[in-house]
């Protein structure tokens, strides 16, 4: 696979400013690379990793492609070098973010992760397990979504943690800052859907 890359189970001493933009990839597409893109040169990070889950506990398993398949699809929109597919998650045998970032903090010490979110996915953030350890455990930053940019920043998370809000100038330094800390990016938006796509391919 392309841009599939067998990151160390039990981590290294990198130096890297590293974003996570983690998911199902149900399937990877160009709005993914779009996101990866944006977070490398908005926040001058050296990498973007591409954490495909092995399941994700708020989607219906109907319809969800076997874990080999979505890691092929998130290499193939990788390039192997900036941005990387990794499914070190399930190497870690973690099946919640908190938990996933927690351990990759832990077998990473010195790199400094930024977690990468779509506004559809700061909507619905208070719903994730954990979600307050989340933001406290490293900064993070939003790319806006068509339809879902004035319901997640007027939504619980956003309010919940208004205080922790940096703007969009101060992107560049995120990944040094200590969290809680966020910013929401304006950014051109990409309409890519992986369920779109697999919509598309059922009527084919």
């Known amino acids: 696979m392309r841009g599939r890359v067998a990151l160390p189970r039990f981590g290294d001493h990198r130096r890297q400013r590293i974003g996570l933009l983690g998911g ?32 994700n ?21 990788a390039d192997g070098r900036r941005i990387i597919a990794t499914d070190i998650e399930r190497q870690l045998g973690t099946r919640f973010t908190a938990d ?25 953030f208070p719903r994730w397990r954990g979600w307050r350890r989340i933001a406290r455990a490293m900064p993070f930053a939003v790319l ?26 101060q992107a560049p330094v995120l990944a040094a800052m200590r969290p809680p800390a966020w910013s929401f990016l304006c950014a051109a938006q990409h309409p890519g859907s992986a369920t779109a796509l697999r919509a598309a391919r059922r009527r084919a």
């Open 144 to 169: 806006p979504r068509p339809g879902y940019n004035r319901p997640a920043l007027a939504g619980l998370a956003a309010q919940r943690l208004r205080r922790a809000r940096h703007a969009a100038r």
């Open 57 to 77: 506990p708020l989607k219906e398993q109907d319809g969800m492609a076997a874990a080999s398949d979505r890691l092929a699809s998130a290499g193939a929109i």
């Open 100 to 124: 996933t970032l927690q351990m990759l903090r832990r077998r990473f010490p010195r790199a400094r992760f930024v977690w990468l979110m779509g506004a559809d996915n700061l909507r619905q």
């Open 24 to 55: 199902s990839f149900n399937p990877a597409h160009e709005g993914h690379r779009h996101i990866a893109l944006v977070a490398l040169h908005r926040l001058r990070l050296d990498q973007v990793w591409l954490l495909v889950s092995p399941g």
